[in-house]
Structures are given as structure tokens and as C-alpha cells.
């Protein structure tokens, strides 16, 4: 069955960056629009931190990200990336990647089942 795959998260320090790398486990599963969600605490509720169109031209951020994020996608490699810059200590979760039926939608489809591990991001000093 086919999961995302996520890496490039790490230990960082405050107003670091980092660049999140996202695919799914098969070539055949084609994302299509995108989003990176994030998970703050165990228990808590995963939240869209940035969305992405299928080709790119349309993205949205979540307020926390605005200004300090940036979406993009190679579709050529069935990727999809999120830089974050000057990371805070509030940006430490686990971060996910998931497709979206459109780029402005806050969840994945109602039957995606699909999630990766995510990769940990730590932010502190």
C-alpha cells in the first residue's frame, strides 16, 4: 500500500532553516495538489501549514508560515518540498505531507489512509 515518505527534518536552532522533502512510496501514485501538515504534540490535531496546486501556480500558508515558508513541488520527481526559515521553537512537531483534492482545502480527501511517518522537526537552542 502506497504511504508518503517525508525527510529532512532535524534538530535546528532558533531562526534556522530547514528544507522538507516529501514523495510518495510508489512512482505509479501521482500527487496531484499537495499539502504539509504538522503535528505539535501527541493527541493534538495535524494542521495544514501549507497547500500547493498540482502544477504549482497556487499556494496557500497558514498564518503561523506566512513570510517565513515556502511550497514548492518537482513533478518531474513526484516531490514536494517546504522550506522554512527563521524556524521558532513553536514550528517543533512532526511534519506530514498528504495529497489534496484542491490547494485551498485545510484536510486531505476524507478516504486518504495514507500517512508517512512524518519527519521531526526540533526547534532549540
Known amino acids: 500500500q502506497v504511504h508518503m515518505v517525508e525527510s529532512g527534518g532535524g534538530l535546528v536552532q532558533p531562526g534556522g532553516s530547514l528544507r522538507l522533502s516529501c514523495a510518495p512510496s510508489t512512482p505509479n501514485y501521482k500527487l496531484a495538489a499537495a499539502g504539509w501538515f504538522r503535528r505539535q504534540a501527541p493527541g493534538k490535531e495535524r494542521e495544514l501549514v501549507a497547500g500547493i496546486s498540482w502544477l504549482g501556480g497556487s499556494k496557500q500558508y497558514a498564518d503561523s508560515m506566512k513570510g517565513r515558508s515556502t511550497i514548492s513541488r518537482d513533478n518531474d520527481k513526484n516531490a514536494v518540498y517546504l522550506e522554512i526559515n527563521n524556524l521558532k521553537p513553536e514550528d517543533t512537531a512532526i511534519y506530514y505531507c498528504?495529497?489534496?483534492?484542491?490547494?485551498?482545502?485545510?484536510?486531505?480527501?476524507?478516504?486518504?489512509?495514507?500517512w508517512g511517518q512524518g519527519t521531526q522537526v526540533t526547534v532549540s537552542s
Open positions: 498528504a495529497p489534496l483534492n484542491y490547494y485551498s482545502d485545510y484536510q486531505p480527501p476524507s478516504d486518504f489512509n495514507s
